[in-house]
Every structure is written in C-alpha cells, then in structure tokens.
C-alpha cells in the first residue's frame, strides 16, 4: 500500500509540473513589448548616489577677513575671557542668544562697529548691564569687545570623563571626616555668600553677621546648593568647578572639588527619603550635558549630552546649555532644564547604570525657577519666549504653559505667598519690564486660578533678577540691579502682602550701605531662617567698596551693614535652612 501511495503522489506532482509549464509558456506569449514599456516610463529620474563628500565641498577659509579687525593672541585671549564671564550666561557660548540677543557675526556685522560700542557702554532697560557706563569695562575692554564680536566665534574643546577625572579630587576621604558636628555654628542660619570677582564663598554667620570662613572655589559662584542633611555645601562657579564643603567639620572646609565643564551655572543633590546625601547632579553651558557623582565625594559616574533637537521645529542645535536643576520631592528624580531646545529631563537616580530619562516638551529658552508652596510644581521661566512652563513632578509631565505677562521672566527661584482671593501663587519678575506676575498655583481648591496670571504689580523698572518673600512675612522684595538707571539699580521696590494695590515702596539700599563710589548695583534679597531679616548685596566692582545691607522685614528699616575687606563683588546669598528645605 506504501508503494501505490508513492506512485499516486509521483504522477500528482508530474500533472503539476506539466500544468505549471503550460501556464509559463502562456505567459511568455502575453509579455508586453518594449513599446508599450516605454508608455509607462516614470517621469522622476532614478535615484543616482551622490559622490561628493563634506570634504570635497570645502569650507569658508579660517582667519583674517576682509574688513574684520585682527585680534592679536593677547586681545583673544583678553577678551574671551571677558566675553565668557561676563556675556556667555545670556548670549550663548557660541553666542546664539536665549536671554540676550544672539550675537552672531551676521547680526553683529550688519549693526556695525559704532551700535555695538553704545550698546556694550550704555546697556538697555530690558536688561543689558551698561558696562563701559558704569565703569566695569574700561573704554579700551568695550572697543575689545567690538572687534570680538564682528569676529566669528570660537568653540571650546570638550570636556569629557578623562577631563573630569583629572581634575576630580578628595581632600578628606568621607572615613576621615567626623561623624557628627564638631563645631558651634548655627548650620541652619549660616549665608552662602558669592565674592563673584575673587573666586571665593564666605560663610557669614545669620545671627552675628560674622564671617565664619571663606573658601576658595570656581569663578563668579552661581549657586549655592545644600544636601538633604544639610551637612554639606555645595558650590559651582561659571567655570565649572564644584566645591563640597563639609560644614561638620571644625572649622568647615572644602572636602572635595572636581570641574565639570568650561562653563557652568548648576549643581543640586539627591533629597528623596532614603536617597538623602547620596548623589549630586551637576549640569555645564559647555560643554553642553550634565554628569551625576556620589554625593559625599564628587566622584563622576554618568555624563549625560544635552546636544539634540529643538522640541518646536526639531532642528539640531549645537548648544543645549543645562539651566537650572532642582531636585524632586515626590519622585527620586532630578529635572533638568535644558534651555535652547525647551526640553525638561526628569532624570530618575535610582539606577545609574541603567538610566531612565523622561523627556518633556515644554519651551524654548528654559532658564530658572522654583518650586510652588507644596513643592509638587516646579515652575520655570522660559524667558525669551516670555513663558513659565509648569511641571507636575508627582505625575511627571507637562501642567501648563503660560505666559508670564511680560517681557523676558526671570524670576530665580520665584516667591511663594498665600492671598485671600486666589489661595496660593508664585511670584516672578522680568528682566525687560517693570511687571511682577502673580500666578495661582492650586489647581485642587482654586481650579479657576491655577495657571493663570492673577495679578500684574509693578515695579521700578526692567532688570530685575530676583523676587522674594517668606512665609513668615508680608513683604515682596523686587531687585532690580541691570537696569541702566544708577537710583533703580541701587533700589529695591517692596510690595505690602496685605494690600497689592498699595504702590509699592523705594528703598535706598545703597544710600543706607554708606558707600558712595560705583554703580552699587543691589541684587538678591535673601531671608535668614527665621524671616525676619532679609540681606541685599550692594555689588560694586572689584576695585571699589561692596557690602551686605540687612534690613528689618517687619520695620523695612536698615538693620546693619556688614563690611569687611573680604567682602568683594558680593552676589548671590543662600541661607542654609531655606535653600536646603526650598523655602522662597
């Protein structure tokens, strides 16, 4: 039966094989003729590959051009370093704007020579400093910076995890340090405060207006940031050096310090519950990326790039700069604003190896912010598209975006208050008017206010870098020191709490600091811990006399002037227990 059944499936498969020949011949006779083939030609030319290189095509020649001023090395090398100190934060490194214009040579070279001295000499309201003016730039440093910007501009090298090695070092091992506090400061009311000019952090005591210490650290500070503990203070300077301060020890001092980049502005630490002293995060203008290290030693373990593409017209750009970075309340993440392609990364710490990145879109331009009252929304300014983008860091995404109600917001780490008609907002200055906007930031029991501009105050004028208030006073402390108008400059404006229509008052702080030389610009009021006293920076050039001017928050009467030689070119002020516990 087996051998019938094979010789049925073989005669099958030849009928098959006969019929499938049959139908080929078939169509073989069918086949259309080349005539008719040509009816049907495509009209597009076939594809053919492209044998020209980047190479081959060839690229505007380096160096001299014709009708650009040459700068000799020593000029360059004069004026990077003041462009990069002084004009990189707003302008770009490669200087292609988000604060500040862009000041790229097709821009710089079509307004010319004669518009770029009176712009750098004389400033603008909306926020440009007047630097020749106001006597920061002598006359020959602002013709320098002319003939800098008809040029075109120059990249820096990278700054990889080579680099960063390099220069990371341990000074006390974390075994060798003592485990519990050795001196008698008040930790929680001890000032952060920057000597921009002079690369240092003092440590003024908030009780005794003492300075404690002083640490060397980066260039022009522009934070500082304290660990879930508050044993450690960390500080990054615009060259991208981190200190790590250990205040247990007697007398406090620098325990580590690593550079993470050219240029810098961020640095924050690791606060969930568990997580607490664990990780910092620091984040660079350049290169551009950031690079999360052990907490207690700085030691670099993941280096994140932030070049990419734009969220709107997804185009590449070559500078993502990281702006501000806060840590979450609510999620063991950190967020990380990266300004010129507007994208927040919510960057989760709980697995370094394995690293998981939730990339939002909000808006272009990202640059500081802070957390509302229940620190469940981080509120940043996307000032140069006059936005505030609003992130649900319990949820993880995208809340909001507004529009801040004026020109250019910049609000640090804004200011947090309660108001009887639209429950919490946030508070944020502009630097390019004078508008202080009230948000509503309680979208559970004040649905029709949250999000929402509530309110517009206003102020003195633009330049305002910093608002701020406590939750123990009635006062809102507007700054505004690049407005180009000295009186403005050396002024705070102060707005009653209680009644927000009341025009707000001027206070002569530079006036009540004694000095009488400079532009005495006043910047970032800075509450001690228990709200009471807020503290300004009259902030003087490096060759003339600054100070600290305490003022009575109940009275807004002058309580002290701290003065001291140290004192130079004071900025920022970060009192411990409200930077620790983000109280603004």
């Not at 936005?387 to 250019?408: N, W, Y």
């Not at 009635?474 to 002024?491: E, Q």
Request: charged letters at 25%.
């Amino acid at each position: 039966m087996r051998r019938s059944g094979s010789v049925r499936i073989r005669a099958m498969a030849g009928a098959a094989l006969v019929a499938l020949l049959s139908a080929a011949g078939a169509l073989a006779q069918q086949a259309p003729q080349p005539a008719e083939l040509e009816k049907h030609r495509p009209e597009i030319p076939p594809y053919e590959p492209a044998l020209e290189t980047l190479g081959q095509k060839g690229l505007p020649p380096p160096g001299a051009q014709p009708g650009i001023p040459v700068l000799t090395k020593a000029e360059a090398d004069e004026a990077n370093r003041i462009y990069f100190e002084r004009c990189a934060g707003c302008h770009g490194v490669l200087r292609k704007g988000a604060t500040g214009k862009p000041l790229t040579p097709d821009i710089t070279r079509a307004k010319g020579a004669e518009y770029l001295k009176t712009f750098i000499e004389y400033g603008s309201p909306a926020g440009m400093p007047n630097w020749g003016a106001s006597g920061d730039l002598t006359p020959a440093q602002v013709e320098l910076m002319v003939k800098y910007l008809l040029n075109d501009p120059v990249a820096p090298p990278e700054w990889g995890m080579k680099e960063m090695r390099a220069s990371w070092k341990v000074i006390v091992p974390p075994e060798a340090r003592p485990k519990t506090k050795q001196n008698k400061l008040d930790i929680d009311n001890l000032f952060s405060v920057t000597l921009r000019d002079i690369g240092k952090v003092a440590l003024i005591d908030g009780a005794t207006y003492e300075i404690r210490a002083v640490f060397d650290t980066g260039y022009a500070v522009h934070i500082s940031r304290l660990s879930a503990s508050g044993r450690y203070l960390f500080t990054i300077g615009r060259d991208g050096l981190v200190n790590l301060i250990d205040l247990f020890m007697d007398p406090p001092q620098t325990v580590a310090v690593i550079k993470i980049g050219y240029e810098a502005r961020s640095v924050e630490t690791s606060k969930m519950a568990g997580w607490e002293d664990v990780y910092a995060i620091a984040g660079s203008y350049w290169p551009p990326q950031y690079v999360i290290m052990k907490g207690d030693t700085l030691e670099p373990l993941k280096i994140v790039s932030t070049r990419g593409m734009t969220w709107d017209t997804q185009e590449y750009h070559p500078e993502p700069r990281v702006a501000s970075i806060v840590a979450s309340h609510h999620r063991p993440e950190f967020i990380v604003n990266v300004k010129e392609i507007g994208r927040i990364d919510l960057v989760d710490y709980t697995d370094i190896k394995n690293l998981k990145v939730t990339m939002i879109e909000a808006e272009r331009f990202l640059h500081d912010g802070g957390f509302d009252l229940s620190k469940r929304y981080f509120l940043v300014a996307a000032n140069a598209r006059d936005k505030i983008a609003v992130i649900d860091t319990k949820e993880g995404k995208l809340a909001a975006l507004i529009d801040s109600g004026g020109k250019t917001p910049h609000p640090g780490r804004g200011a947090n208050f309660v108001t009887k008609q639209w429950g919490p907002v946030w508070a944020t200055s502009h630097l390019g008017d004078d508008t202080i906007s009230l948000i509503g930031t309680d979208p559970e029991r004040y649905p029709q206010y949250a999000w929402k501009v509530v309110k517009k105050l206003y102020g003195q004028g633009g330049g305002s870098l910093f608002v701020k208030t406590h939750p123990n006073s009635r006062n809102l402390w507007v700054d505004t020191p690049l407005n180009p108008d000295p009186a403005i400059a050396s002024s705070v404006a102060v707005f009653d709490l209680d009644d927000l229509d009341k025009p707000p008052q001027i206070l002569p702080i530079g006036d009540w600091s004694g000095i009488s030389e400079g532009m005495r610009r006043v910047v970032q009021g800075e509450y001690n811990k228990d709200g009471t006293e807020i503290w300004f920076s009259v902030w003087n050039a490096k060759n003339q006399e600054s100070a600290i001017v305490v003022v009575d928050d109940r009275t807004r009467k002058l309580k002290k002037v701290i003065k001291d030689p140290l004192i130079v070119t004071p900025t920022g002020k970060f009192n411990v227990y409200n930077t620790r516990k983000d109280i603004y």
